[in-house]
């Protein structure tokens, strides 16, 4: 795993990471909001603006095209394999910069800064990069670890309360994939009330079981497919969301996609039914509704492109508890419908 630290002040360790570096040796990427963070953020080293990537937010801009903004700034710039990128932004933002310092000239450095609680407890950490692809999530990728990621939660005081959300459903996730204590802890906080402060203790929590899984199987041979739980799903109803001009946020899609792969966990694995139906109730509370039913084809359809799938069908990581795992699983179509009009 990558190295990481905790900080309440980033612009001080990014000072001493970069301390010995050349100017000419330092790039950025970062989105159109999170670019605002980076005059405070690089102003203890001796930063140059002209070297920033500003990529547009979202992602339907998560693509071959940004990707290719941001070699041609490291290549008209002279980058070197000992350049170092810093990803300053979101899941998408730290995707697209892992994946762009990852291939270009084969591998240079990489520094993550994550700026929203996706990012800070998710995507940031564990090396997958990517963009998407003929309409597929993250279909081109690489594994690629940061050298560093700087985790400061003062940037989630601003965060609107939907992009939280996003990013408290891949903790839901973690929850589900360790103990019932931190499960219900997550499932019964007060967002409104609960600071930056109070979520840290959390997103260490979540760090530390994503590393442990990452750790033991980096390159998702097999344990690493419990972090993907609620994606097969999930990643198909993002995709359709953006197909049909009503995104979600993929937070959200994985909220669905946890409900009905919970759903299929307890009928091929007899996971509880009373926790899978208060997670249910959770995400019915906080997430948005999304029509699935009348998309059933074009839902299946898209799981067909799982990276998981490794042969004809869908293959799920099923959960016969709270932390116990079964892998590749390869569920009826009937079956993933019922669990699909269940959500
Ligand atoms: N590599 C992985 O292991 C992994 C894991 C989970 C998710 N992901 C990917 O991450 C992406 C989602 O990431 P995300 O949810 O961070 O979305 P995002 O990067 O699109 O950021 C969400 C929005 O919040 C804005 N923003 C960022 N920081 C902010 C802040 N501090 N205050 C206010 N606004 C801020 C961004 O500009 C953007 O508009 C998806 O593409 C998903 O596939 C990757
Ligand atoms: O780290 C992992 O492994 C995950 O699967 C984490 C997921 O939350 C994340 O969304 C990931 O990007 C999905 O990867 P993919 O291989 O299904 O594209
Ligand atoms: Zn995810």
């Not at 998408?92 to 990489?110: I, P, Q, W």
Request: hydrophobic residues 40%; glycine residues 8%; contains cysteine.
């Amino acid at each position: 795993m990558e190295s990481i630290i905790f900080t309440t002040d980033a612009s001080i360790v990014l000072a001493e990471l970069l301390g010995g570096i050349r100017h000419e040796n330092l790039f950025i990427v970062a989105d159109k909001h999170t670019v605002g963070f980076c005059d405070r953020l690089f102003e203890k080293v001796d930063w140059i603006p002209s070297h920033v990537t500003v990529l547009d937010c979202g992602e339907e801009y998560k693509s071959i095209e940004s990707v290719s903004r941001i070699w041609m700034m490291l290549s008209k710039r002279g980058a070197r394999r000992s350049s170092i990128l810093v990803c300053v932004g979101g899941g998408v933002v730290t995707d697209l910069g892992g994946f762009a310092a990852s291939t270009f000239k084969r591998g240079m450095r990489c520094i993550n800064v994550p700026t929203t609680l996706l990012a800070q407890v998710d995507a940031s950490l564990g090396g997958k990069t990517g963009f998407n692809f003929n309409g597929l999530k993250n279909e081109i990728g690489t594994f690629s670890i940061p050298e560093k990621v700087i985790i400061d939660v003062h940037f989630l005081s601003h965060l609107p309360v939907r992009e939280r959300m996003s990013g408290f459903a891949e903790m839901i996730k973690h929850g589900l994939l360790s103990d019932r204590e931190y499960l219900t802890r997550l499932l019964s906080l007060e967002y409104q009330e609960t600071s930056p402060e109070d979520f840290l203790e959390l997103i260490r929590r979540s760090v530390t079981i994503k590393g442990e899984i990452v750790s033991q199987d980096p390159r998702e041979q097999g344990l690493r497919k419990v972090l993907n739980f609620g994606h097969t799903i999930g990643h198909a109803i993002e995709s359709l969301s953006i197909m049909r001009g009503m995104a979600l946020l993929h937070g959200e899609a994985v909220a669905l996609g946890l409900v009905a792969e919970l759903y299929l966990s307890v009928k091929e694995k007899g996971f509880p039914e009373e926790i899978y139906r208060e997670v249910r109730n959770f995400v019915k509370r906080y997430y948005p509704n999304y029509p699935l039913m009348e998309h059933v084809d074009t839902l299946y359809e898209l799981m067909l492109h799982d990276k998981k799938n490794e042969r004809r069908g869908v293959n799920f990581t099923l959960l016969p508890g709270i932390g116990e795992f079964s892998l590749d699983n390869y569920c009826s179509k009937d079956l993933v419908v019922e669990a699909l009009s269940q959500v």
